[in-house]
């Protein structure tokens, strides 16, 4: 059985961080190609970044230079560091994963989600 357990979510000031982690059981991170979503209230998901099997990494660009995306194979773990947090951060995270080799990234479509973790950023 997949699972994507993450972890590391809350509320934080803004100029503040966060690590997101994203574990897996089940299913092996090598190889796959990873993202991390967000969804605020009334707002539509939006991809937040991705890293690709051969660690090729994207970021939006609202977030690009505040966040950085990682994975450590030897603990089949996915993080998602974010730093310079903004009120308008705020939002649902999710890490989503799906085998998709070389440099996916984004990923047509991911099969294996995370539960999702709030993170609240205060002003």
């Known amino acids: 059985q997949v699972e994507l357990v993450q972890s590391g979510g809350g509320l934080v000031q803004s100029g503040g961080s966060l690590r997101l982690s994203c574990a897996a059981s089940?299913?092996?991170?090598?190889?796959?190609?990873i993202a991390w979503f967000r969804q605020a209230p009334g707002k539509e998901r939006e991809a937040v970044s991705c890293i690709s099997s051969d660690d090729n990494t994207k970021y939006a660009a609202s977030v690009r230079g505040r966040f950085t995306i990682s994975r450590d194979n030897a603990k089949n773990t996915v993080y998602l560091q974010m730093d310079s947090l903004k009120p308008e951060d705020t939002a649902v995270y999710y890490c989503a994963a799906d085998n998709w080799y070389g440099s996916i990234c984004p990923a047509p479509s991911y099969a294996n989600w995370g539960q999702g973790t709030q993170v609240t950023v205060s002003s």
């Open positions: 089940g299913f092996t991170l090598v190889g796959s190609s």
